[in-house]
């Protein structure tokens, strides 16, 4: 078995000592930080999502398994650091009002980060006038919202409607995800874009700036 098997499967199974073990392993063998993190940790997650949804998981190993995750990627997170000092933009972000899920928020905060973006991490459950008040403080470029909930997803149309009527709409580009969130939805509420992983939304950012 290969490490990146290894680590999803110490990832899903909650092991966080063999999960670390195998990633330093892993970049030590010449992995790149952000292969170890796609392949290894983001595809442990979604294994322990995937036995969640068939019933075969409960709440606490999702826990544990959240838990190994956060322990590699604290080892990972400095080495994507790009330690160029000139931004490309500035990308204030958060998860929406009301979801305390940020997993997959982390990741595009740290890949958007790699490609050289100021982020400004608002974290969970963001009062969603929140997200408005920061877009003007720090004039962002772009506001990213992320919602992994169907229930907390209806707060981004409420924020959009706020941005509208503060007058800041045209001044910043926003963008959308989380597993709740379908492009159709994006689209729906006016958002400038959509994407449903960490990479295609650094991609988008670029391309929304006009940086490619
Ligand atoms: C891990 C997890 C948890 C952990 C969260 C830990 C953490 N710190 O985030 C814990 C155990 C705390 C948790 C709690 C709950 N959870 Co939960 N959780 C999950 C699970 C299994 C995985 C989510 C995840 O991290 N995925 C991996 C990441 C990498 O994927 P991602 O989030 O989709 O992110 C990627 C893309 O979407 C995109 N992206 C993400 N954000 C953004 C933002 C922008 C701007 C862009 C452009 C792109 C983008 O890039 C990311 C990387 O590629 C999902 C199941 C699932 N299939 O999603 C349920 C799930 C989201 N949870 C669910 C529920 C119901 C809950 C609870 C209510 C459970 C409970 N009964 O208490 C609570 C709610 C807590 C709250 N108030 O928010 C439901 C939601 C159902 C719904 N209504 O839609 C799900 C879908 C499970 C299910 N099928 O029932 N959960």
Partial sequence: MGWEDELRQAVSEGDEVKADEIAARALEEGASPKEVLEKGAVAGIY?????????TYFLP????????????????EPLLASGEVTYKGKVVMGSVEGDAHDI????????????SYQVIDLGVDVPLPEFVA???????DVLGMGAYMTTTM?????????LEEAGLRNGVKVI??????TREYAESIGA????DNAAEAVE????????V
């Fill in 176 to 181: 959308v995800g989380g597993a709740a969130v």
């Fill in 61 to 76: 190993d999702i826990i544990l398994a959240t838990e190994a995750y956060k322990l590699v990627m604290k080892r990972i």
């Fill in 204 to 211: 988008l950012v670029d391309r929304l700036l006009g940086v």
């Fill in 154 to 162: 209806r707060g981004m149309a409420e924020v959009m409607r706020l």
């Fill in 47 to 55: 294994e322990a999502g995937r036995l969640w949804q068939e019933g």
């Fill in 134 to 140: 920061q877009a003007r403080e720090l004039e962002a």
């Fill in 104 to 115: 997959g928020k982390n990741i595009v905060v740290a890949l958007l980060r790699s490609a």
């Fill in 192 to 195: 400038d874009g959509y994407a």
